[in-house]
Every structure is written in C-alpha cells, then in structure tokens.
Nanobody, 125 residues
Framework: EVQLVESGGGLVQPGGSLRLSCAAS????????MIWVRQAPGKGLEWVSC??????????SYADSVKGRFTISRDNAKNTAYLQMNSLKPEDTAVYLC????????????????WGQGTQVTVSS
C-alpha cells in the first residue's frame, strides 16, 4: 500500500523556519518525482516545489513565491522528501501536502497520483 505521511508543521513566527518531511512507503521512492503543494484557507492548491526522481543533480523547481526561501530535497535511503522553509511569512500559512508520481517531473499537481494528508503550517506573531 502506497503511503505518504507529512510531518514537521506547526506554529512559527514570521521570519522563522520549519522543515517538513514526507515519509514514503509502498513504492520504489527513488523512481518517483516528488512535489510539495499548499492550500491556504479558502484557496485552491498552489504548487510550491518539485524534485525529479533519482539522486543528487536532478531537476528542481520552485514557485516564485518561495524561491530563495524554501529548499526541497530527498533522501532515497530514508524514502523521505523534505521541504526546508526559511524566512517564513504570514502568507505561507497553509496546509502543506506532498505527492508522488512515477518517473514524471512536472510542476502540475494534477499529474501526481499519490498524496499525503498534509501538515498545517501557521505563520503568525
């Protein structure tokens, strides 16, 4: 059974940092592209970042809204993807979800089949 479980969310002050994790099981993690998306209250899904299958040197993309502040990475030995979030702003408040898709590198969330349940990130003073 494919499972994606996000963790690491919480309440943080503006300017603070969080690292989200997405633990995967039930599939060959290294062969799947991973994407992070977020959904703010009352808004639709917003693509945040994605990383291609494989190890280091792969393709990575960021939405303009997070470029320079967020870093995506993956540890295939641990079957886990990460999203390091620095310089957080109130507008980053959202539920953050990870998703996986075999062999595909795409910034469109609709291309991803497997999804986690999400973790809440709240940026507030």
């Amino acid at each position: 059974e494919v499972q994606l479980v996000e963790s690491g969310g919480g309440l943080v002050q503006p300017g603070g940092s969080l690292r989200l994790s997405c633990a995967a099981s039930g599939f060959t993690f290294s062969t799947y592209a991973m994407i992070w998306v977020r959904q703010a209250p009352g808004k639709g899904l917003e693509w945040v970042s994605c990383i291609s299958p494989g190890g280091g040197g792969g393709m990575i993309s960021y939405a303009d809204s997070v470029k320079g502040r967020f870093t995506i990475s993956r540890d295939n030995a641990k079957n886990t993807a990460y999203l390091q979030m620095n310089s957080l702003k109130p507008e980053d408040t959202a539920v953050y979800l990870c998703a996986a898709e075999y062999g595909v590198y795409d910034v469109q969330p609709r291309k991803y089949t497997y999804w986690g349940q999400g973790t809440q990130v709240t940026v507030s003073s």
